[in-house]
């Protein structure tokens, strides 16, 4: 299970910046891809962030550059930084295991709203 918790408050203008904060248990955490997920109303859950167990980033188009994935394998803690946040960054964040054949319960993810 990967516990998810926002630093710095849930609800933020236009511009402002985020740290959510993930700590895993029960995974080999140092062998697991990990990824941050965000669900909104009436859409799928996506994957908008992605790290390796090595500590390779890879992002999706619209929070490249403003996202910033990181881990420390000897804490089993995941970060993702957001800065410059926007309207369409808003929803529902989840970390979990990147790999779809190892993902663990959801969880009640940590909510994540941005105002104009």
């Known amino acids: 299970m990967c516990s998810c918790r926002r630093l710095g408050g849930g609800s933020v203008q236009v511009g402002e910046s985020l740290r959510l904060s993930c700590a895993a248990s029960g995974i080999v955490f140092r062998l697991s891809d990990m990824g941050w997920f965000r669900q909104v109303p009436g859409k799928e859950r996506i994957m908008v962030a992605h790290i390796t167990f090595g500590g390779t980033p890879g992002y999706t188009a619209p929070v490249n550059h403003r996202f910033i994935i990181s881990r420390d394998n000897a804490k089993s803690m995941m970060w993702l930084q957001m800065n410059d946040l926007k309207p369409e960054d808003t929803g529902l964040y989840f970390c979990?295991?990147?790999?779809?054949?190892?993902?663990?319960?959801w969880g009640k993810g940590t909510l994540v709203t941005v105002s104009s």
């Open positions: 979990n295991n990147g790999n779809p054949r190892r993902r663990t319960p």
